[in-house]
């Protein structure tokens, strides 16, 4: 089962045992994961986790506060202590056409930086970045043009905004190395794999045509996190 799973599906169990998510998530099939914090634990920790339960760090979801001067080094040094060379930024504040104007200068800075170490920068979309922000710009369009970023698209929150994932998925081929595979209803309301409206099989389908990373994410605790991300990896077994 190649597939990844970000462990903000898992966070109830993450936050407090950390080892305990990952054999988890093992056990179940995921072959990589995607993190959502570490949650105090140190990067040779992390490593020894990951290495434990054969699992590969693919990914990050980095707050942008975690690139600014004072913390770039102190961030690069961890993505390279646990094997992970892909950095996503997963959304910022970007209301403004001045916010969007800093964030790019802060993108080409913080991306030359990381590129030098190896390690790729991406950005993760919710829906509002295609929807017009306060000064009407369209915030994914902004990115798009004005940066060279890859982008992480979340296919369900793409779905949320009436936007096709799968079109897409096509248009940025260039551009997307990973995508969140996640099912949920219009009104953004996410759910296991399989049990929403969102088009995931279409989703699937086209991501392993282009050769796009999946990493599965259902994040509503519902009951809670491993029960979540056992029934996304039931319906992955199934699909």
Not at 68 to 73: G, P
Request: include cysteine.
């Amino acid at each position: 089962m190649n597939y990844g799973i970000q462990l903000y599906s898992i966070r109830d169990l993450a936050k407090n045992d950390m080892d305990a998510a990952l054999r988890h998530v093992s056990e179940l099939g995921y072959e990589f994961v995607e993190f959502a914090g570490f949650f105090d634990n140190s990067a040779e920790e992390i490593k020894e986790m990951l290495d434990k339960y054969s699992l590969k760090a693919y990914a990050t979801h980095t707050n942008v506060s975690l690139v600014s001067d004072e913390m770039l080094e102190e961030t690069i040094a961890f993505h390279k202590a646990i094997g992970c060379k892909n950095l996503i930024f997963p959304g910022a504040d970007l209301k403004t056409g001045a916010k969007i104007d800093a964030f790019v200068a802060l993108v080409k800075k913080v991306q030359e930086r990381l590129a030098e170490e190896g390690i790729e920068l991406h950005y993760h979309n919710h829906s509002h970045e295609f929807l017009p922000n306060e000064d009407g710009l369209y915030i994914h369009y902004e990115l798009e043009k004005r940066t060279s970023l890859k982008f992480e698209i979340d296919t369900f929150w793409a779905y949320n905004a009436d936007r096709d994932p799968v079109a897409m998925m096509e248009r940025l081929k260039d551009r997307i190395s990973v995508i969140h595979l996640k099912d949920g209803f219009k009104g953004g309301k996410g759910i296991p794999l399989g049990e929403g409206t969102a088009p995931v099989l279409a989703v699937m389908e086209k991501a392993k045509e282009l050769g796009i990373v999946m990493v599965v994410e259902s994040e509503t605790l519902t009951p809670d996190g491993p029960t979540e991300v056992a029934k996304c990896a039931e319906f992955l077994k199934k699909n």
